[in-house]
């Protein structure tokens, strides 16, 4: 993997039709590695940097997951954070996370070489139920307002032995041609500022319907991984704010995080 695949002129032309991200005052940083690009972004956003930065990597050191996870991130993979400036209404309509899990479903749709993605409630993104991808959000609060830093990791051109400490993980390799790591990025990149831009306008039901559509356990038997507990029940849907809805013992709850899977008959 060549850093030209993603040098700064490469990714500025993928951003070229952006509205929003890498557009105006923003920045945009190229790295060719980092221990998190999550960190180089909440450094950048303390500087004040615009909302629509971006900073990338073409590896990371120690890559954060959800949950105090590392994210195996060698080369031939897209690392990046995007800063984004969120106001109180947006972060009460939708989680931006989910956001970024459908706006990669319809990239990969877009120039992802046939592959066929699905979302894993409330933010991972498989192909043929391995995942392809993870997306992070870590919002903090700061005398300018909201900083939400959205990290996105995706298995790109990654090879099948640098994969395989990610029990589970598959790549855009394993299912095609990949693309290059830039027009992805632009692609994710438009289809995400859509979203976004709509739900801060006060758009959202047509997004959840979308996102529900992507949905394959919706509908199934699912058990439930939270903290302090597992739930099993039917997931009916996703409520008004992207919440899971199950139906447990008759009664239906509504749930914001965990970790889902489909209950298989024995
Ligand atoms: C998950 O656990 O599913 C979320 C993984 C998010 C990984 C991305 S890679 C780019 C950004 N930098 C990080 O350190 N993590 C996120």
Redesign the pocket.
Known sequence: MSVAELDPAAVSAALGECALIGQGEARIEVHAALD????AAAALANEGAAEGSLVL?LE?R??????G?T?T?PPG?L???LILRPDEGMLRRLPVTLLGGLALVQAVDDVGGGARADLKWP??VLVGGQ?L????GELSKGAGGHVLIL???VNVATSAEALAPEAGATSLAAHGTPPALATLLGAFARRFEELYLSVRRGGGAAILSEASARMPLLGKTVRLRLPDRVVEGTACGLNATGGLVLEVDGAREVFVAGEVEEVRAA
């Open positions: 998190s690009t999550m960190e990597a990371q120690a890559g954060r997951g959800r949950r996870r994210w991130s993979g690392y990046a954070s933010n991972d995942k991808a993870g997306i992070l990290g996105l990791g």
